[in-house]
């Protein structure tokens, strides 16, 4: 079944400091992945996806099929990164899509 | 703007009580999520539809319902309502691009 796992429901980190949230999923096939973006107050925003292999706002993911993850990184942390942040995976049949619980990343000043 | 609209926006009812949902999809997108967001489950699957079919569903209750009908909006049918049912419902719509575009979505209290 298919299934993604974020293990963390809050991460705090100092402004500056790398972080990381972690992503695993379970899927039977080759399936596309993606982080989406709740800032407070506003709607669930695509981030990025696995395919584009693209750094958005400094964030970058890699697919380890080996590890079946996609954790989210960035290497120096902005206050304006404090946000839910969710992944997600899309299943290659019928165009489902399932989420993690979320990530809430709360950046310290 | 992202192209999905959702009404109403807030919504405060009593338990027992009855209320529908409104989602307009993007334009061109065929495909409508529904997605209940609480504090303690996050971001759950509850429904899909397609060109006005049932695709998949999720953990939709059976006091919950929807449906799209031929102009692609959709409705989320709530009754019999409970003090859990309060959360953010949130339609989605897709797969324009390959990805999910999301409306605001609707606060639902129950008192």
């Known amino acids: 079944a298919q299934r993604v796992t974020q293990p963390e429901k809050l991460l705090s980190v100092f402004k500056g400091a790398p972080v990381e949230l972690k992503c695993n999923y379970s899927y039977s096939g080759s399936p596309e992945l993606f982080w989406y973006v709740q800032y407070s107050r506003q709607r669930l925003q695509l981030l990025l996806r696995h395919i584009s292999r693209e750094s958005i706002k400094g964030f970058t993911a890699d697919l380890n099929k080996g590890e079946t993850s996609f954790h989210l990184k960035k290497p120096f942390a902005q206050e304006e990164d404090s946000a839910m942040y969710y992944c997600?995976?899309?299943?290659?049949?019928?165009?489902?899509?399932?989420f993690g619980t979320g990530t809430s990343l709360t950046v310290i000043p | 703007d992202s192209g999905v609209t959702q009404t109403p926006k807030h919504l405060i009812t009593a338990t027992g009580q009855r209320v529908t949902l409104r989602c307009s999809p993007r334009?061109?997108?065929?495909?409508v999520y529904w997605y209940q967001q609480s504090l303690d489950q996050g971001l759950q699957f509850l429904i899909q539809y397609y060109n006005g079919e049932e695709r998949a569903k999720g953990n939709i209750l059976e006091r919950f319902s929807a449906q799209q009908f031929p102009d692609l909006h959709s409705e989320l049918n709530l009754s019999s309502l409970e003090l859990g049912d309060s959360a953010l419902y949130f339609c989605?719509?897709?797969?324009?691009?390959?990805?999910?575009?999301f409306g605001a979505g609707s606060r639902l209290t129950v008192l």
């Open positions: 334009s061109g997108d065929l495909s």
């Open positions: 997600a995976l899309k299943s290659n049949t019928g165009n489902q899509f399932y």
């Open positions: 989605a719509s897709g797969p324009g691009a390959n990805v999910l575009t």
